[in-house]
């Protein structure tokens, strides 16, 4: 990568597609960049959904882990990790191998789908 | 054989040697967690003499055992949003933070090729066991390169059985130099002001020479940087042993 930042999710930030898509994981002339956070910050941090811009396509995604560090107790990734997902919540991939932190579970009414998927959890 | 009249005296066995059990003698070293030493200020003393006797009151409760900068530990958290309400994380220990309660130490684990760092808190009641893997120092006190490092070095095996260890040895010091990614890095560790020793540089000589440029060789012998601990920890090391036995 070009630039070793370590902030959270926000507009412009290239993250990395964790699970087993076909648009995610497809190689394409350009990484998966960000474009718009929902939020009322523009920052986004775990649990937070982003719009992101993949081969020429808008798609939602859920974010699973960034590089900034958060409260203690909770992991920090070595790299931004986002889930693709549809407007209603539904993951698009099957399998996500990297590790989720604990912390979606609170959310267990929106995230249901995406944490039944997961395998590991940190 | 015959008749010892004349001939040189008796055979006298040599003296037997005396063993000075140097092991007994060095039990005057013990480990005192760097948390206690207050850092240096204009504060009240006062202050961390409450936060010892918090600090104490939780060890009488709660074994948090010797570990190093460079130890493989393994932490149960509780946690109400995991399964089995308990979660277990094993790392190496990156770096040491924090001074008194708030006194934090990082682990780093690669799973799954993907590099999780967790800050926990030594004297959070959200910690219900710390369990040392593998004892041993490494030659820094700050192992955060290792997140430019190959990623083999950081990774641990989850069910790794605790490495055996005699109570009475002295701490291993690893001195493994590790190989690191291609360049960029997240800070330029080749630069004298982190005077890393455990990695093996593999850049080529004109780089490190420019690198020496910013070193500050008089920082070592400032003396308004002096912080002599000796003393400091003599008090501390009494006051803990008096207040653990009771």
Redesign the interface.
């Known amino acids: 990568s070009i630039t070793g930042a370590c902030g959270a999710i926000q507009k412009l930030t290239r993250v990395r597609v964790v699970d087993n898509s076909t648009l995610g994981n497809t190689p394409y002339h350009r990484p998966p960049k960000c474009i718009h956070v929902y939020n009322k910050t523009g920052v986004g941090k775990v649990g937070d959904k982003i719009l992101l811009a993949i081969k020429g396509e808008k798609k939602k995604a859920l974010i699973v882990g960034h590089k900034m560090p958060g409260p203690t107790m909770t992991p920090r990734f070595d790299s931004n990790n986002v889930v693709l997902i549809e407007d209603n919540g539904n993951p698009i991939g099957t399998r996500i191998k990297t590790p989720i932190p604990h912390t979606l579970r609170r959310r267990e009414g929106e995230f249901s789908k995406v944490l039944a998927i997961a395998r590991n959890f940190v | 054989r015959g008749s010892s009249d004349g001939k040189p005296p008796k055979f006298q066995p040599p003296p037997k040697p005396v063993i000075i059990d140097r092991k007994t003698q060095k039990e005057e070293r013990r480990f005192l967690s760097p948390e206690f030493i207050p850092p240096r200020g204009r504060t009240d003393p006062l202050k961390y003499y409450i936060e010892r006797k918090d600090m104490i009151q939780r060890r009488k409760v709660f074994n948090i055992p010797e570990f190093y900068v460079g130890s493989v530990l393994a932490v149960t ?1 509780a ?1 109400p ?3 089995a309400k308990s ?1 277990r ?1 094993v790392g190496i220990c990156i770096q040491r933070g924090g001074k008194g309660l708030g006194a ?1 130490f990082v682990l780093r684990n690669v ?11 030594l004297y ?1 009641p ?1 910690i219900q066991a710390i369990e040392v893997l593998k004892l041993e120092k490494r030659l820094d006190e700050n192992l955060t390169y290792l ?1 430019d490092a190959l990623p083999e070095y950081s990774t641990f095996d989850v069910n790794m059985k605790p490495v055996p260890r005699m109570d009475h040895e002295e701490i291993p010091v690893n001195k493994l130099q590790v190989r690191m990614k291609p360049k ?3 800070k330029r560790w080749e630069r004298p002001k982190y005077n890393i020793k455990g990695i093996k540089f593999e850049l080529p000589e004109h780089k490190m020479k420019a690198a020496q440029k910013w070193s500050q060789p008089w920082l070592e012998f400032d003396m308004l940087r002096e912080y002599d601990t000796s003393k400091i920890e003599e008090k501390i090391r009494k006051e803990l042993s008096e207040q653990l036995e009771k």
Do not use: H, K, L
Request: hydrophobic fraction near 25%; charge should be negative; aromatic fraction near 12%.
């Open positions: 958290t946690d949003c995991a399964s979660n994380f934090t799973i799954e090729d993907q590099g999780v760092e967790i800050c926990y808190e959070s959200r997140r960029p890095w997240s």
